[in-house]
């Protein structure tokens, strides 16, 4: 089966993350199964806490965020310091370190220029 992942993951603030999860924990996973969920997790990261929820359609993850246990968790954070998107959270997709741009090499063409603007004036 596969699972429409959302996340929701809080950063530490003025209250650290851990005391949000510890306090919504309990309301924010009984609403999830009761409304579809078919896995969920908690991380504990260096920068806060992530809940990610599996569910088998996106309708179902509507009618979760729409619920008022859930909206009361949302709004007990400040709201710099939480996101809620789509996908698994944390640090799911940094598997390998961003790396620069590669330079630029020597015999490689060169960058389209546009041409300059020519102005003519024209005396009356």
Known sequence: MNLVW?????????????????????SLLEAAVTHGAHDFIWQAEPFGVVLELGFAETGDWDRFRSLPAVTAAVDAVDPTSI?????????????????????????????????????????P
Request: hydrophobic share 40%; aromatic share 10%.
């Open 83 to 123: 996101y809620v998107y789509p996908g698994r959270g944390g640090g799911a997709g940094a598997g390998l370190p961003r790396r620069s741009p590669r330079p630029i090499v020597e015999d490689a063409a060169p960058l389209p220029v546009s041409p300059a603007f020519i102005l003519v004036a024209r005396l």
């Open 6 to 26: 959302w996340s929701i993951e809080v950063r530490d603030g003025a209250t650290p993350a851990r005391q949000w999860r510890d306090a919504w924990s309990r």
